[in-house]
């Protein structure tokens, strides 16, 4: 299913709309596999949530394989433009 990113959080966290639903939960907030990007207040953050933005806010993504609810994200693979949204931060893997 596709879903629409409405906003970006940080470098590898983002809400979708409409809300996804997996294993009879609920929500909009998104964590893809794959990559894992600094925190707020460390080195590089900023530049991973831009560059997360520039790529991904406002546009459509698929969302595929959940894992497991972590702190109220589905964490899943994510496909943007036919391709996996972490090949795009390969320094991050």
């Given amino acids: 299913m596709s879903f629409q990113v409405t906003k970006v959080i940080d470098g590898d966290t983002f ?3 409409p809300k996804w ?4 939960k609920a929500g ?3 964590r893809p596999t794959g990559y894992n990007t600094p925190e707020e207040g460390k080195q590089g953050y900023n530049a991973a949530k831009e560059r997360l933005a520039k790529l991904i806010l406002g546009k459509e993504v698929i969302l595929k394989n959940a894992v497991e609810l972590s ?3 589905l964490l899943c693979d994510v496909e943007y433009n ?3 949204l972490a090949d795009n931060f390969p320094e991050y893997k």
């Fill in 15 to 17: 809400e979708v709309s």
């Fill in 71 to 73: 702190y109220g994200r």
């Fill in 21 to 24: 639903n997996w294993n009879g």
């Fill in 82 to 84: 036919g391709r996996n």
């Fill in 28 to 30: 909009n907030i998104v």
